[in-house]
């Protein structure tokens, strides 16, 4: 193989790293929301807690939603992500969600609900019989991110061309 191939191949493959080190175009956003009776308007003493996680995809105008509780007092009647409202403030119901937990699905939001959902300007609230106006909620609030150190993005070029270049001494050597 002469130099020009060598040149064409580490082309090829350099270009082949930047492809799939290029970011996607959506933006998942994760949040999350802590329910309990505490929160409620007005707060009760249910021993009920829940937890949900949720994805919002920007591109895809989606809210994929994983919501899961115990300890309700009483029978589930209905459940609902509510808003726009601040903790503390109730809000209209904005989508209803299936009874029962857990509650797992995609909410195809209007995209004028993005900017309350980013904002934290959404809830989660759990009705029962004992407690119609919601026996737990939860606000729902970007998850905390953990700090991950980031190699920097020519770490693995630099990688594939030192290893390009060690396999190009070896043929040479054993040439």
Not at 1 to 30: C, G, Q, R, T, Y
Not at 84 to 94: D, F
């Amino acid at each position: 193989m002469n130099i020009s191939n060598h040149v064409k191949s580490l082309a090829a493959f350099l270009a082949l790293i930047a492809f799939f080190a290029m970011p996607a175009n959506a933006e998942l956003i994760d949040f999350v929301a802590t329910l309990d009776g505490s929160q409620e308007v007005p707060p009760n003493v249910s021993p009920a807690t829940g937890l949900g996680t949720f994805v919002l995809d920007t591109n895809a105008n989606t809210l994929s939603f994983n919501i899961q509780y115990s300890g309700l007092v009483a029978t589930e009647t209905a459940s609902h992500i509510h808003g726009p409202a601040p903790a503390g403030v109730n809000g209209p119901v904005i989508f209803p969600l299936p009874l029962n937990s857990p509650k797992i699905g995609v909410w195809n939001y209007p995209e004028a609900q993005e900017q309350n959902i980013t904002a934290g300007l959404t809830y989660v609230n759990i009705h029962t019989t004992v407690y119609p106006g919601g026996e737990i909620r939860g606000q729902i609030v970007r998850k905390p991110e953990v700090s991950v150190p980031e190699y920097p993005g020519i770490v693995l070029p630099v990688i594939a061309v030192m290893g390009l270049v060690l396999v190009m001494l070896i043929k040479r050597r054993n040439s």
